[in-house]
């Protein structure tokens, strides 16, 4: 199973924001020495309490200079909101940097805020995002192209630099709603899914869907599924039960609101939207380590991340390690040195 950590590069009361590039550097090489596959940055707009990271592009060409080793991934770059040709030129230059270590994760995220203050309509996000697919993979090519989009036009374009990765650096679709799970299979995409609202068998029917789709559409390449999921350890069950106990809570009924106020389209969106932030909202600490967190000792999350792997058919988790953003780094670095040493080792 391929380990991976997810980072926000995260804002608390008394931290500078020169202190949260630091912290996030120095977690991202120690999960280089202690033997992680991945570091995934994630992207926030406009969002001061929570995260330093509007431009995990320029952080990715940071990271491929300060690591060897670690593949470096975009969870998520949201392409709507800026011009796809210029992505291209970004992501190969960090491909290039890094010696071809770049995963670029996709997606056009749920915060409408983020749009409107980028005076972009949220109502066109899904054909922005689609245009902006058709271009990455235009350009990253190396050859001459043109395209005329509703939203992007080009002509006689041609990238410098190419990708060290050919035909480019390997993509991965978040997925949350069941047609977008179809979606990501039927555009040949390896796949990010969140324990969030759903419960388990919800989850594994979506996955069940990508993987029949992705069968049926005849790729070449095998599927892959990566769970991105709170994760803690500690030596002790009573430590791990109950040191991240308040920062998971708070992240959850952060992640309630923050769906709550999102900016899904249509009714049955909606209606979905408002569905999984009362599920989350009306989950307790016990709900939240039985079946939508990772949390406990090393032999406690062998087990849980064993069933996971069956139940859900995954082939790999990114893990968020300071989820609501109250840990210490000390016990940030406890706890990923205990998966690395302890955990890790039993799905090799």
Partial sequence: MHFGTFMEFGTRPGVSHAEAFQEGFDHARLCEDVGLDSVWLSEFHFMPDRSVLSSPIVVAGALAQCTKRVRIGMAVYVLPLTNPLRVAEESASVDQMSGGRLDFGIGRSGFARQYKIYNIDYSESQARFEEAVTVLRKAWSGEKFSYEGEFFQVTDAQLVP???????????????????????????????????????????????????????????????????????????????????????????????????????????????????????????????????????????????????????????????????????????????????????????
């Fill in 162 to 348: 190419v990708p060290v990765q050919r035909p480019h650096p390997p993509m991965r679709m978040a997925a949350s709603s069941p047609g977008t799970f179809k979606k990501v299979a039927a555009e040949g995409l390896p796949l990010f899914v969140g324990l969030r609202g759903d419960g388990l068998e919800e989850l594994k029917g979506n996955i069940q869907v990508y993987r029949k789709t992705w069968n049926e559409m005849g790729h070449a390449d095998d599927s892959s599924v990566f769970l991105r999921v709170p994760v803690y350890a500690a030596a002790t069950k009573e430590a791990a039960l109950e040191e991240p106990r308040e920062c998971i809570t708070h992240y959850f009924e952060r992640q309630a609101r923050m769906i709550a106020a999102a900016g899904a389209q249509g009714a049955s969106a909606e209606e979905m939207r408002a569905r999984t932030a009362k599920a989350l909202a009306a989950l307790s600490y016990d709900d939240i380590r039985r079946s939508r967190a990772a949390i406990g000792s090393p032999g406690m999350l062998v087990d849980q991340l064993t069933e996971w792997q069956e139940v859900l058919d995954i082939d790999g988790v990114v893990m968020e390690l300071n989820a609501g953003n109250m840990l210490t780094e000390e016990q940030i670095n406890t706890s990923v040195r205990l998966i690395a040493e302890d955990v890790m080792p039993a799905f090799r």
